[in-house]
């Protein structure tokens, strides 16, 4: 692939957008994600919403087992191919097994990463490149299962052109505009109010907190005066989105929580491997920031259903996208709970 056009070099990791590039290592549905969820924020926090979404990413790809996800989708897209005798497909086959490998996966995702806080995208792709092509030469000399020369990077064929930047919006609305994926996928909107209370009288249940959660919540809330109520019932809801951020299964998310979602889907039971799929994700710190905090947001801007409705338009464009054949999920479906 040709390497964008390096832009005038700054030190600041968090520059505006553009002359940002597009991560060269994350496929486009993810792409479009972070998109979207960068243009939920004021234009003075992006570059640092986008950095963070983007450390995200990798952080989540060093994780094992949570980090055979997206090569798994990379290869099924890609098997096809591979098996007619196309080198490429099976060089990029080749590339997504080995990155599952975490230590290998720790130096592909902490180089970039490294290279996107320096802002040296540009330079730093075209080094891997070259590194990556080399030890392909090296040990596959015949050039059986690669094109000669050639890296097999991106890992994913709907990465985005490095030379494709993040679009500079000055809106507080979320529009279709600023999330255009490759089906075009048309987002709701999410209007903020002028004067957001979020210690209103009435306040609905937390998207996705269990029953029993909310239970005791309005349990303890009744036990304060009604004017304390609203400040002891947002201080409950963060404190319940905290504890979701915080790593229940330790660095690595077992097998176990996995493999059954893969049989449920080899069964016909897509819902259920989509959401198990999905909880399994939200195990990561990286990705339950980001969610959790999402929602967090949306609860003190009082904009909790248009908020859920859009995550979930998200959701099922995502799934949509990495899973087109529908083997591990419910076409047009999120795996999200509506409650």
């Not at 099976?90 to 130096?107: H, S």
């Not at 979930?312 to 479906?333: C, K, R, T």
């Amino acid at each position: 692939m040709t390497a964008a056009a390096t832009p005038t070099w700054s030190w600041n990791p968090f520059r505006p957008m553009p002359p940002e590039p597009a991560p060269q290592d994350m496929p486009g549905p993810i792409w479009t994600l972070e998109k979207s969820f960068v243009a939920v924020f004021p234009d003075l926090v992006k570059p640092v919403a986008r950095e963070g979404f983007e450390l995200g990413y990798r952080l989540t790809q060093m994780i094992p087992w949570v980090n055979i996800i997206v090569p798994f989708t990379n290869i099924i897209t890609e098997l096809p191919d591979a098996f007619a005798g196309d080198k490429a497909a099976a060089q990029r086959v080749i590339n997504n097994l080995i990155v599952t490998i975490q230590p290998v996966a720790v130096l592909y995702y902490g180089y970039n990463e490294v290279a996107d806080i320096l802002n040296l995208e540009a330079p730093a792709l075209k080094l891997q490149s070259w590194f990556i092509a080399s030890l392909w030469n090296l040990f596959d000399p015949f050039a059986l299962l690669h094109v000669r020369g050639d890296s097999g990077l991106p890992l994913s064929t709907t990465t985005p052109a490095p030379d494709q930047t993040i679009p500079e919006a000055a809106t507080t609305e979320v529009t279709a505009a600023a999330a255009t994926s490759a089906s075009e996928v048309t987002l709701p909107t999410v209007n903020l109010p002028e004067t957001p209370d979020p210690f209103r009288a009435d306040d609905p249940k937390p998207y996705g907190m269990p029953t029993a959660v909310w239970n005791t919540e309005k349990g303890l809330v009744a036990l304060f005066p009604a004017e304390s109520q609203p400040y002891v019932r947002e201080l409950y809801e963060l404190s319940w989105r905290v504890s979701q951020m915080v790593p229940g299964l330790g660095a690595a998310v077992s097998i176990a929580d996995l493999v059954p979602a893969l049989f449920q889907a080899a069964q016909g039971h897509r819902d259920a491997a989509q959401v198990a799929i999905n909880n399994v994700l939200l195990t990561t710190t990286a990705l339950s920031v980001l969610y959790y905090g999402y929602d967090e947001i949306a609860d003190l801007m009082n904009v909790e259903e248009p908020a859920q409705a859009l995550k979930v338009a998200i959701y099922a464009a995502v799934w949509n996208e990495v899973d087109p054949h529908d083997y591990l999920h419910v076409a047009g479906h999120s795996g999200l709970t509506s409650v």
